[in-house]
């Protein structure tokens, strides 16, 4: 006779055979932030929401492949959204977005930090629909600075202005720590340069990047002043 047992995890059903625990993936939740209504003591949900960025940070290490943070439309932050050490799959990337109504999610440097979105150690995320400004050097800077190559990363549809040297800046260290198979898509930086922090400024800059097959690739991208 064989033994059937059922398991329901989080509203899900798997079926074990002679008592054999089957193997349960994780379950991809998504996490809603909104400034102007959350705590950080809140539990992330759409009612009720995360309130800042570094709280986003602080709970990287939960987040599992499918995993989707949602920053409300509308809203300001104004801090470094820092995307550090944590990684997606091929299947699984973990998205940072928005949700909501209006004008897109802002991060405002103000000047005094030196990025609006700071991507290290991290691999197979998606950062899309979110705008920054004021960055002191880059808008969104990539870059392989400690620990592991940073592969998979597409910026779809994020805005940077105002930035005091580029828009999007992503280098590696050859040798060392590769990038590879990064995606820009539909990407718009504006006024780059603002504040004179880079002799060569311009929207779009990648330095000392792999010449592997897949690395650094710009669709539909632009960038005025």
């Known amino acids: ?8 995890p989080a509203g899900l059903t ?22 102007s209504t959350g705590l950080d003591t809140n539990p992330g949900t759409l009612a009720l929401p995360w309130k800042t960025l570094n709280k986003v940070y602080l709970a990287r290490a939960t987040f599992t492949p499918g995993t989707q943070v949602l920053l409300k439309c509308g809203d300001v932050w104004k801090e470094t959204f820092n995307l550090i050490n944590h990684a997606g799959t091929t299947a699984g990337q973990i998205v940072y977005g ?30 899309k629909d979110i705008k920054v400004i004021n960055a002191k050097y880059d808008g969104v800077y990539i870059v392989t ?21 580029y828009g999007f800046f992503i280098e590696s260290s050859p040798g060392l720590r ?17 504040g004179g922090l880079g002799l060569w400024s311009t929207g779009f800059y990648a330095y000392r990047v792999t ?8 669709y539909n991208c632009k960038s005025t002043y």
């Open 98 to 127: 928005s949700y909501g109504t209006g004008a897109l999610p802002l991060i405002d440097a103000e000047k005094i930090r030196n990025s609006g979105i700071y991507i290290n150690n991290a691999s197979y995320l998606t950062i």
């Open 145 to 165: 600075a400690s620990g592991g190559d940073i592969v998979g990363i597409k910026v779809q549809k994020v805005v940077s202005e105002a930035a005091g040297r």
């Open 1 to 8: 006779m064989t033994d059937i047992t059922v398991y329901k």
């Open 178 to 194: 590769w990038v590879e198979n990064i995606e820009y898509r539909d990407c718009f930086a504006h006024m780059t340069g603002v």
């Open 211 to 218: 010449d592997r097959a897949a690395g650094v690739h710009y």
């Open 14 to 35: 798997f079926v074990s055979i002679d008592g054999t625990p089957p193997v349960i993936p994780p379950v991809a939740n998504t996490y809603y932030v909104s400034f």
